[in-house]
Nanobody, 124 residues
Framework: QVTLVESGGGLVQAGDSLTLSCVGS????????VGWFRQAPGKEREFVAH????????SYSDSVKGRSVISRNNAENTAYLQINSLKVEDTAVYYC?????????????????WGQGTQVTVSS
């Protein structure tokens, strides 16, 4: 079992960059594939990015592809999500999730553990 804690959210302006962190504890981080999701008010939780166990494979949603980088440091039990050129529509609570299944996991139901989320607000 792993406990996840996100940080790095805040209020930023459109065009800025932001890096979110997700720290895992309680179990070796390398046992888990990691995904980032976000949820805006009144909307369903949506997939943002995914990184494989060792970090060799990544994938992104179309909404952030080309301006986002997901990475991880298993020695530090930490995953990161950097988003550049932030847009107002990126405003949401961002969650990291950990799962034990192989492959690119884009559905929330395929993850086993979730953090509490960190708010990102982008102003125009």
């Amino acid at each position: 079992q792993v406990t996840l804690v996100e940080s790095g959210g805040g209020l930023v302006q459109a065009g800025d960059s932001l890096t979110l962190s997700c720290v895992g504890s309680g179990s070796p981080f390398s046992k888990y594939t990691v995904g980032w999701f976000r949820q805006a008010p009144g909307k369903e939780r949506e997939f943002v990015a995914h990184i494989s166990f060792g970090g060799g494979s990544t994938s992104y949603s179309d909404s952030v592809k080309g301006r986002s980088v997901i990475s991880r440091n298993n020695a530090e039990n930490t995953a990161y999500l950097q988003i550049n050129s932030l847009k107002v529509e990126d405003t949401a609570v961002y969650y990291c999730a950990a799962g034990t299944r192989a492959g690119t996991l884009v559905r929330p139901s395929t993850y086993d553990y979730w953090g509490q989320g960190t708010q990102v607000t982008v102003s125009s």
